[in-house]
T-cell receptor
Framework: DQQVKQNSPSLSVQEGRISILNCDYTNSMFDYFLWYKKYPAEGPTFLISISSIKDKNEDGRFTVFLNKSAKHLSLHIVPSQPGDSAVYFC??????????????FGQGTTLQVKP | EPEVTQTPSHQVTQMGQEVILRCVPISNHLYFYWYRQILGQKVEFLVSFYNNEISEKSEIFDDQFSVERPDGSNFTLKIRSTKLEDSAMYFCANLMGSATDTQYFGPGTRLTVL
């Protein structure tokens, strides 16, 4: 069941450059999307979210873009810093269904930012 | 900033034994969740809990699993008879209760079944 997919298992960028992490979903009933960052042996840490009524949400260096027609979202990190090196998970939820808020996660993308 | 805490951080057990994983959620949060991540795989939803009862559970959450919030504070996940394939990181998460809320995760418990 691959409702949320992150097709790039890894990404390497130079410090100061832009990191773009991508995520695709198949269930059109998803209406809330989140990005989490995870370090080894720690829990996922919330980064940024977007509701399906928007196409962009920005928080500091992090911007999430949502393209509903393509069922695609992306996370932009500008400028990238070595401390951003971690695994990034895309997650989706279908709140309009009145469901319980459970999150469906992608497989994760490991970002490495080189100094 | 309030945090979700989990104990123990690492649990080693023999196959067939019972384990209880504990979580202290953020106070005044209303929805509680357990997820797990098998090494190298994605984070998977196990169960959601609201108003002292299970509101949704996944196929993984079979009769060997149970959850409760015995004292109105701690939120526990019990595995009655552990199997080798239960070895994973188990994460507790909670959410305050509105559509724009975010789930906050605990640091996880690493369960190793031998």
């Amino acid at each position: 069941d691959q409702q949320v997919k992150q097709n790039s298992p890894s990404l390497s960028v130079q410090e100061g450059r832009i990191s773009i992490l991508n995520c695709d979903y198949t269930n059109s009933m998803f209406d809330y999307f989140l990005w989490y960052k995870k370090y080894p042996a720690e829990g996922p840490t919330f980064l940024i979210s977007i509701s399906s009524i928007k196409d962009k949400n920005e928080d500091g260096r992090f911007t999430v873009f949502l393209n509903k027609s393509a069922k695609h979202l992306s996370l932009h990190i500008v400028p990238s810093q070595p401390g951003d090196s971690a695994v990034y998970f895309c997650a989706a939820s279908g709140r309009v269904l009145g469901n319980t808020g459970k999150l469906i996660f992608g497989q994760g993308t490991t970002l490495q930012v080189k100094p | 900033e309030p945090e979700v805490t989990q104990t123990p951080s690492h649990q080693v057990t023999q196959m067939g034994q019972e384990v209880i994983l504990r979580c202290v959620p953020i106070s005044n949060h209303l929805y509680f969740y357990w997820y797990r991540q098998i090494l190298g795989q994605k984070v998977e939803f196990l169960v959601s809990f609201y108003n002292n009862e299970i509101s949704e559970k996944s196929e993984i959450f079979d009769d060997q699993f149970s959850v409760e919030r015995p004292d109105g504070s701690n939120f526990t996940l019990k595995i009655r008879s552990t199997k080798l394939e239960d070895s994973a990181m188990y994460f507790c998460a909670n959410l305050m209760g509105s559509a724009t809320d975010t789930q906050y995760f605990g640091p996880g418990t690493r369960l190793t079944v031998l």
